[in-house]
């Protein structure tokens, strides 16, 4: 729990521009679908005073009108006037961007060193896109009001409206979502109802109330977990026949000695259970924010639990000879609730959806491992259930994967020479790496995972082959050897005969792995142009993925105890920007970090390709898709950018809207 910190007046507000950025992108800072991501943006807000140990209650009402309010008994938004904009702060916070006081991250005493809001836009988001928003804050002895309209506009100055109880503070929110905005601008309550739940888990000192208005009365629903995650957790997987008792744990950084990489205070609390029937629970969160589709934090929480169990069956000697256990026979029916506390963490994209910092992997699994492995010592029995289980499910992997027979000529399999394949004949779980030159490949064979991930590194850039026939195709080494490693022959869209057959598919990964560059954006145009228009079947079933390795790496130095050296990465000059953005909102000294540009992949090491590019914790990968409705169009696309009769048009949309693609030619 954050310390609480003697003053927050309107000069802790700092500014880091009006609200036009989101309303000419609005899908840049929420989610377009529906208003959910704009409330929650308030109700994280009104959590943070939670969190700081100042509010008792957070109740939200969603009216019939489509409008939306939460009310929270914090200290109330400072009213004061800022120092630098000279209107007050509460106006600040609504209509600047990057303004607030969580960005004090060097400052031990603030109560937002760790908060769940930390860039700075969240309720300019829900003012910006709605028709009304009306703000109440109870402090200083008065109530005090300000009302905005048309997307932000002050309707309403601030004013005092009556006098309070010197003792009664508070903030309450109601905003009017813009329907041109959103999809749908109905917010959908059962999202919230599991938000507020989960909040109030992660919040034992707080209750949470929901209220939805029915016919003109307000129907409420209350969750308050005295016990935090343990009630919590023994309610989510109540009926799902858990085969050991469930393993909770809390760890924090309590002094810089601890530990080299990480900040005083960062840490976890997690619920681990395994479970024989039903779905999975799977939630975790990152300063009480949802991550709903997982991230590095997960990761962590994975790699720990698996080092813990492998330690374990060894010790005990039950494994079984020729039978290895991997990662997914531990972590398939494991049911988690995972919550971290970060200082800094990086999230993918506004919406917060997914932790993408890489760190979190090595902090997550340093606190769980050891807890576990002692709690396993400690409860032999339970440890040998929950290894029997995992046991079990390799077995069924194993009996599954040697159903699947590999691609054979007279009894031998025909594999290129070039191949460096990986152990596994598990093509489920196998990724095959198509990279180009013999530097790349070295590289990614030296960091690859040999268990699961092979390697085929092609002779210079790959053939056009947009308008090649199949039966010619094999008439390229390069391409024969991609045919020949992966065991699916070329064919054509909707094919029927056994050229179409996927049944031989060895990997069902395969990654496009090209430098962060022009040339290596060509090389991939000229893949994907080559799986589109011949191996069409391998997109349809999810199987082509674009690996995406970094440009820039950038090493922060270190800043006393507080604040350790790091290494950060970014996959183009846009994402190099926002990352020195930050690290001057963090107050990094200008110019103290230095930033590396790699000009392949081969002048990556082992260690820094494997952290960025290939470890599939850590690694950002984009699958390719073809949309139901846009076959016609993509095909079109591919014709006028690849087919050689086509110069005339290339050039023409090129002086039409080259000047839209945003290209590295440096």
């Known amino acids: 729990m954050a310390t609480k910190s003697r003053g927050y007046n309107a000069e802790d507000i700092e500014i880091l521009e009006d609200l036009s950025p989101i309303l000419h992108r609005p899908g840049m800072y929420t989610d377009p679908i529906n208003p959910n991501h704009a409330l929650v943006e308030v109700i994280d807000n009104a959590s943070d005073e939670g969190l700081a140990g100042f509010a008792k209650n957070v109740a939200v009402i969603l009216y019939e009108d489509g409008s939306a309010s939460v009310e929270d008994d914090g200290r109330g938004i400072p009213v004061d006037i800022h120092p630098k904009k000279k209107i007050p702060a509460v106006q600040v916070i609504f209509t600047t961007l990057h303004s607030g006081g969580k960005f004090r991250k060097t400052d031990k005493e603030s109560v937002y060193r760790i908060a769940g809001g930390l860039h700075g836009v969240g309720v300019c988001v829900p003012n910006a896109l709605s028709t009304r928003l009306e703000v109440e804050v ?194 398939s029916r494991v049911s988690y609730v995972l919550a971290v506390k970060m200082l800094d963490p990086q999230f993918k994209g506004q919406v917060k959806n997914e932790l993408i910092y890489r760190d979190a992997v090595k902090l997550v699994g340093q606190m769980v491992r050891d807890p576990f ?100 195709l094999y008439a390229n080494k390069e391409i024969e050897a991609i045919a020949l490693a992966i065991g699916v022959d070329p064919h054509r869209k909707g094919a029927t005969d056994s050229t179409g057959d996927l049944s031989g598919l060895r990997y069902h990964k395969i990654v496009i ?59 183009d000059k846009g994402e190099l920007d926002a990352i020195e953005a930050k690290l001057a909102d963090e107050g990094v000294k200008n110019d103290s970090w230095t930033v590396s540009r790699f000009k392949g992949l081969g002048e990556m090491s082992p260690e820094q390709l494997w952290e960025t590019t290939l470890n599939p914790d850590t690694r950002r990968m984009l699958p390719v898709q073809v949309e139901a409705d846009g076959l016609e169009t993509d095909a079109g696309v591919f014709e006028m950018m690849m087919a050689k009769e086509n110069a005339s048009q290339r050039r023409e949309w090129m002086e039409t809207y080259g000047n839209l693609v945003d290209a590295d030619i440096s």
């Open 138 to 331: 109870k402090r200083e002895g008065g109530l005090h009001r300000l009302v905005f309209h048309n997307n932000g506009q002050v309707k309403e100055a601030l004013r005092k409206v009556k006098a309070v109880a010197a003792r009664e503070t508070g903030t309450t929110i109601r905003f009017w979502p813009d329907p041109k905005y959103f999809d749908s601008a109905k917010i959908v309550t059962s999202d919230i109802a599991a938000l507020l739940r989960a909040k109030a888990m992660l919040l034992p000192g707080v209750r949470f109330t929901l209220g939805v208005e029915k016919a003109g009365r307000i129907e409420t629903q209350t969750w308050h977990f005295p016990e935090g995650i343990k009630g919590y957790f023994q309610g989510a997987i109540e009926g799902l026949g858990t085969v050991a008792d469930t393993f909770f744990g809390e760890r924090y950084i309590s002094a810089q000695s601890e530990s080299d990489s990480f900040s005083e205070g960062e840490g976890a609390l997690w619920a681990l259970a395994w479970t024989v029937e039903g779905e999975v629970v799977a939630e975790s969160y990152v300063n009480m924010i949802p991550t709903r589709q997982g991230g590095t934090h997960v990761a962590g929480l994975r790699e720990g639990v698996y080092a813990a169990i492998r330690n374990f069956i060894e010790h005990h000697e039950m494994g079984q000879r020729g039978l290895k256990i991997v990662p997914e026979d531990v972590w």
């Open 373 to 472: 492995e002692l709690w396993l010592s400690q409860h032999v029995d339970e440890g040998k259930r929950i290894a029997e289980l995992c046991i079990r499910q390799a077995l069924a992997r194993t009996r599954a994967a040697q159903k699947v027979e590999r691609r054979k000529s007279t009894g031998v399999a025909v594999l290129p020479g070039k191949l460096t394949d990986c152990a596994s004949d598990d093509p489920e779980r196998n990724e095959l790496f198509i990279v180009e030159g013999d530097s790349a490949g070295g590289s990614a064979k030296q960091a690859r995972d040999k268990e699961f991930q092979a390697v085929l590194p092609l002779k210079g850039k790959p053939k056009n082959t947009w308008q090649d026939q199949p039966e010619s």
């Open 513 to 571: 792995l090209a430098d962060a560059d022009v040339d290596g954006s060509h090389i991939q145009v000229l893949l994907l142009t080559l799986f589109f228009k011949h191996f069409p079947k391998l997109i349809d079933a999810g199987r082509v993925y674009v690996a995406q390795p970094p440009l820039f790496r950038i090493d922060v130095p270190g800043a006393g105890k507080g604040r350790p050296a790091r290494k950060l990465y970014a996959l």
